[in-house]
């Protein structure tokens, strides 16, 4: 990666940082404005970029806990540090390219626009501008999103908050949520401009077949029902990682998440595709709740469970096979501003708590991903039976 670009990225990463924690720039510099969507297919940016050449004194980000939940440790200056600055060519040349490169909604073109199947230099700056641009981190965005797309984002948002609801804040920061949610969205967004959809283990064309609205509806409803009644986990923290769930006869147990084939084939890599995994989390965060909410009717979960592969997850598959890609490693900066690695750690730890409190720790899924384990074609991802800790 460039110099260039990795000075706009830093740079970008305390833009993000400041802006999500409400903190202003430093004397002389100007507040980030224009985050919101007005109408649909317009992104707003910034009209006065932070003004800038060389350094300024900075100030301390400051501001928030270390703790779990926070994800603590934002980058921050302290007062006589320098702040990065960005030029402002280099500011106005990015902000360009991400206006560019954003699909228009209300283009009639629309097969111009797909998602790469694996993460890219360029994507890196899109996703990381258009989680800032757009507010990401908040709960209320994506006006944009087509009329007939709508339903999926209804879906994410009530597994966002039963997630939320059983991982509170003091746990899995709901920044984090959110803007998984959201950039999750995005990517379904930008994949539904593509003609055709190759299945990864067959290789052959999928037809493009529209949801039923029926099937859909009873699923939306279980969630409501499901999302009225959940009742936040009780968790124990050690050094900001939870640790310990409390049951129904309210004991204290050691939480163990299970490993997976898909864990091993990380390797050294610390982030995989950190957008798509974290979707999936809170869908089995939810899938647990409900489950033994509905038990012994519980085929209506199940039935979402097989829906949900089919519509969210495999036209996604490539892109959230490809463990080994290098730019993984700047979700933290597309996702900021808060731990990524804490915050994930600890939504792995509060999954598998959620399986434990419902007394179906057994029935824990693994996630539905085919994997080329050996080397010699696709085989199914499955627990090792080994634990994370």
């Known amino acids: 990666m460039s110099a260039m670009k990795l000075e706009f990225l830093l740079v970008l990463h305390f833009v993000l940082m400041y802006s999500v924690s409400g903190i202003s720039y430093p004397k002389g510099g100007n507040k980030f404005k224009g985050r919101a969507v007005t109408k649909p297919g317009k992104m707003p940016l910034t009209s006065t970029p932070p003004p800038l050449i060389g350094t300024k004194k900075g100030r301390s980000a400051g501001g928030r806990k270390d703790n779990g939940g926070e994800g603590g440790d934002p980058a921050s200056t302290s007062e006589g540090d320098s702040m990065p600055m960005v030029d402002e060519s280099v500011y106005e040349s990015m902000k360009k390219h991400i206006c560019m490169s954003i699909p228009s909604v209300t283009s009639t073109d629309r097969k111009n626009y797909t998602l790469s199947m694996e993460l890219t230099e360029n994507e890196v700056f899109e996703l990381a501008m258009t989680n800032m641009v757009h507010d990401m981190t908040s709960d209320s965005v994506l006006s944009f999103l087509p009329e007939d797309m709508r339903w999926m984002k209804q879906v994410l948002d009530l597994l966002s908050s039963i997630t939320k609801m059983t991982c509170t804040d003091t746990v899995v920061p709901v920044e984090f949520l959110n803007v998984a949610k959201n950039l999750f969205m995005y990517y379904v967004f930008k994949n539904s401009f593509q003609e055709s959809m190759i299945d990864p283990i067959t290789g052959e064309e999928v037809k493009d077949e529209k949801p039923k609205q029926e099937v859909w509806d009873s699923i939306v409803d279980m969630l409501h029902n499901c999302n009225e009644q959940v009742k936040s986990l009780s968790f124990t923290m050690e050094c900001s990682v939870a640790s310990y769930v409390m049951t129904k006869d309210g004991s204290m147990a050691f ?26 989390l809170m869908f089995s ?23 949900f592969k089919k519509e969210f997850l495999e036209p996604l598959y490539p892109r959230w ?5 290098s730019y993984n490693e700047f979700f933290p900066l597309i996702m900021g501003p808060f731990n990524l690695m804490r915050a994930k750690r600890n939504l792995r730890v509060c999954t598998a708590g959620a399986y434990m409190f419902e007394e179906i720790g057994d029935r824990q899924l693994v996630r539905p991903l085919p994997l080329d384990p050996v080397g010699t074609g696709p085989g199914q991802n499955l627990k090792t039976g080994r634990s994370l800790n």
């Open 255 to 280: 939480i163990e998440p299970s490993e997976e084939t898909y864990d091993t084939q990380q390797g050294d890599s610390i982030f995989g595709e950190e957008v798509i995994d974290t979707v999936w």
């Open 285 to 307: 965060t939810a899938y647990a709740r409900c489950y033994a909410m509905n038990y012994p009717l519980e085929s209506v979960v199940l039935n979402f469970l097989e829906n």
């Open 321 to 325: 096979q490809l463990l080994s890609n």
